[in-house]
């Protein structure tokens, strides 16, 4: 099974600032058919489902404010914040859907500083 | 507007078993693999099982295999997860979502709210 490593566990920085969140995985999640990464982002607030924020590794859902951007190919991925808002405290959770089964990163917890 | 809805959920206990459903609406359910996906009291996302289109092809975690049975009826635009053989670590709220685009190995574009199952005697 691919396991996914996210760091840090948890995260608080000032609002305006920005955040980062790292995703690495323990195989490669890059498909040489089509040279996308199967690699997506999740957020989660409290009582909450998950909401896809990025899928493709860096393709923006659409709603999702232009703040949220994701990077990375192979084995190693970041989402990044660009300008933290109050509404952005949540759980992240990187997904990689590359193989069955697919696996979750464990989460980073993101708060105000 | 796409929705899901679980339901299902409950106290069981050890040995036990229990059917969630997920019903959909808002878009072409027939057209979509869904899964399912559980997160324990205060833990991470794990995923639990899929299905294809049209039921041929079903996956699940290793942890399941055996105990758990994922279904759907696209006529009624439902999806079922059948549990058996219930264990404590299956306490979890289960969530139903699409799978996106078509096929099998894409991100999970639209989520329940879930149904809470737990496992205690």
């Known amino acids: 099974d691919i396991v996914l490593t996210q760091s840090p566990d948890s995260l608080a920085v000032s609002l305006g600032e920005r955040a980062t969140i790292n995703c690495k995985s323990s195989q490669s999640v890059l498909h040489s058919s089509n040279n996308k990464n199967y690699l997506g982002w999740y957020q989660q607030k409290p009582g909450q489902p998950p909401k896809l924020l990025i899928y493709w590794a860096s393709t923006r859902e659409s709603g999702v404010p232009d703040r949220f951007s994701g990077s990375g190919s192979g084995t190693d991925f970041t989402l990044t914040i660009s300008s933290l808002q109050a509404e952005d405290v949540a759980v992240y959770y990187c997904?990689?859907?590359?193989?069955?089964?697919?696996?979750f990163g464990q989460g980073t917890k993101l708060e105000i500083k | 507007e796409v929705q899901l809805v679980e339901s299902g959920g409950g106290l069981v206990h050890p040995g036990g078993s229990l059917r969630l459903s997920c019903a959909a609406s808002?878009?072409?359910?027939?057209?979509?693999?869904m899964t399912w996906v559980r997160q324990a009291p205060g833990k991470g996302l794990e995923w639990v099982a899929n299905i294809k289109q049209d039921g041929s092809e079903t996956y699940s975690v290793d942890s399941v295999k055996g105990r758990f049975t994922i279904s759907r009826d696209n006529a009624k635009n439902s999806l079922f997860l059948q549990m058996n053989s219930l264990r404590g670590e299956d306490t979890a709220v289960y969530y139903c979502?699409?799978?996106?685009?078509?096929?099998?190995?894409?991100?999970?574009?639209?989520w329940g709210q879930g149904t809470m199952v737990t496992v205690s005697s």
């Open positions: 979502a699409r799978v996106g685009d078509g096929y099998q190995f894409r991100p999970f574009d639209f």
């Open positions: 808002g878009f072409t359910f027939n057209s979509y693999w």
């Open positions: 997904h990689q859907y590359y193989t069955t089964p697919n696996t």
